[in-house]
T-cell receptor, first 115, second 115 residues
Framework: GESVGLHLPTLSVQEGDNSIINCAYSNSASDYFIWYKQESGKGPQFIIDIRSNMDKRQGQRVTVLLNKTVKHLSLQIAATQPGDSAVYFCAEGPGSGEAGTALIFGKGTTLSVSS | DADVTQTPRNRITKTGKRIMLECSQTKGHDRMYWYRQDPGLGLRLIYYSFDVKDINKGEISDGYSVSRQAQAKFSLSLESAIPNQTALYFC??????????????FGPGTRLTVL
């Protein structure tokens, strides 16, 4: 079946480094992808999203890259800060249409930032 | 997200008890979702509703039921709780997808323990 997964369950970086969190997806029909950040004791919070007709989208200190050829999604965090420590989830799903399923989430990568 | 609230935030119950988790939103969204989160498994969809008259099963609906009482309210019930339903439960909402974007907004979660 289709699944969304992350390459590494944990990632440890030093404050100030750039972080790259990876995600592989298998449903080539998905046309919308999203990254969420979940801090301890809280619900997932939106970081950035991207449509399948794009290969890059930038936000504040974050960039999402989409490679549809190899079904790969990545989240880049520039100048990582201790406050970025959290679990990061990628998700895929339909970007339009009334019917269809909801988002499918990956298992998450725990980012630990040391100062 | 303060626009999506869940009650209770924590609940401990015994095997065989009926439990209801409630979700309310003030975002005016038509679409609401219930997810379950277990360590190492990410978020899994239990049920979702695209409007008041629409209820759909998700990936893991067995042992659960839902009720969409109004646009703003979506409750999840465990008719006879069992220990493997111990998990963190999240409610989410989304608007109709627009221009290919389909972001979901999450509540703070309910931690349920079944003894």
């Amino acid at each position: 079946g289709e699944s969304v997964g992350l390459h590494l369950p944990t990632l440890s970086v030093q404050e100030g480094d750039n972080s790259i969190i990876n995600c592989a997806y298998s449903n080539s029909a998905s046309d919308y992808f999203i990254w969420y950040k979940q801090e301890s004791g809280k619900g997932p919070q939106f970081i950035i999203d991207i449509r399948s007709n794009m290969d890059k989208r930038q936000g504040q200190r974050v960039t999402v890259l989409l490679n549809k050829t190899v079904k790969h999604l990545s989240l880049q965090i520039a100048a990582t800060q201790p406050g970025d420590s959290a679990v990061y989830f990628c998700a895929e799903g339909p970007g339009s249409g009334e019917a269809g399923t909801a988002l499918i989430f990956g298992k998450g990568t725990t980012l630990s930032v040391s100062s | 997200d303060a626009d999506v609230t869940q009650t209770p935030r924590n609940r401990i119950t015994k095997t065989g008890k009926r439990i209801m988790l409630e979700c309310s939103q003030t975002k005016g969204h038509d679409r609401m979702y219930w997810y379950r989160q277990d360590p190492g498994l990410g978020l899994r969809l239990i049920y979702y509703s695209f409007d008041v008259k629409d209820i759909n099963k998700g990936e893991i609906s067995d042992g659960y039921s839902v009720s969409r009482q109004a646009q703003a309210k979506f409750s999840l019930s465990l008719e006879s709780a069992i220990p493997n339903q111990t998990a963190l439960y999240f409610c989410a909402t989304s608007d109709l997808p627009r221009q290919g974007y389909n972001e979901q907004f999450f509540g703070p979660g309910t931690r349920l323990t079944v003894l």
